[in-house]
């Protein structure tokens, strides 16, 4: 089984609908992140948790929030989806200090 | 600021090897790492440097100068299967964030 589970694996959508993207963990780590990739940009970091209680935003943070509901699972949510929105949506987990795990990704078409 | 550069894409033969190269700027260096990138699939973690120097692990390698702010990945009997895309990252900043390059795309010919 996956250590890094992320669903759904591939979403359309329409201009102004709500989605949510769920990331889950069976690594035990404190520390979640939520990145988005697109070509030729690398990928960006949209939020970050480091246990619970503690929320940051990335540099991308604009249009998304996310919820760390516990320990294993932390979700992004685009409240009002826009075509440019439009990537390949990875989480990530890791321990301290220690090296980040990427989830498979979430391919998301926003029209 | 924090900036990342790597050659966009690289060509190399089967059997041969390769060397990529990383350049990095981040306040508050904490550790160096690369990654592999298949398309479409995530990322998963090749090497990590935090003090000067090399790194081996079977046929991958990655080297560390901090005080040069560079780094590589070398790859050595090339097969076809190591074609992907290669990303370093820096960790460093306020917060131990990791800042990721845009990836080097490694075609492997025959």
């Known amino acids: 089984d996956a250590d890094v589970t992320q669903t759904p694996r591939n979403r359309i959508t329409k201009t102004g609908k709500r989605i949510m993207l769920e990331c889950s963990q069976t690594?035990?780590?404190?520390?979640m992140y939520w990145y988005r990739q697109d070509p030729g940009l690398g990928l960006r970091l949209i939020y970050y948790s480091f246990d619970v209680k503690d929320i940051n935003k990335g540099e991308i943070s604009d249009g998304y929030s996310v919820s760390r509901q516990a320990q294993a699972k932390f979700s992004l949510s685009l409240e009002s989806a826009i075509p440019n929105q439009t990537a390949l949506y990875f989480c990530a987990t890791s321990a301290s200090q220690e090296t980040q795990y990427f989830g498979p990704g979430t391919r998301l078409l926003v029209l | 600021g924090q900036n990342i550069d790597q050659p966009t894409e690289m060509t190399a033969t089967e059997g041969a090897i390769v060397q990529i190269n990383c350049t990095y700027q981040?306040?508050?260096?904490?550790?160096l790492f690369w990654y592999q990138q298949h398309a479409g699939e995530a990322p998963t973690f090749l090497s990590y440097n935090v003090l000067d120097g090399l790194e081996e692990k079977g046929r991958f390698s990655s080297f560390l100068s901090r005080s040069k702010g560079y780094s590589y990945l070398l790859l050595k009997e090339l097969q076809m299967k190591d074609s992907a895309s290669y990303l370093c990252a820096a960790r460093g900043g306020a917060t131990n964030k990791l800042i990721f390059g845009t990836g080097t795309l490694l075609a492997v010919q025959p």
């Open positions: 690594k035990g780590h404190d520390r």
């Open positions: 981040t306040s508050g260096f904490n550790g």
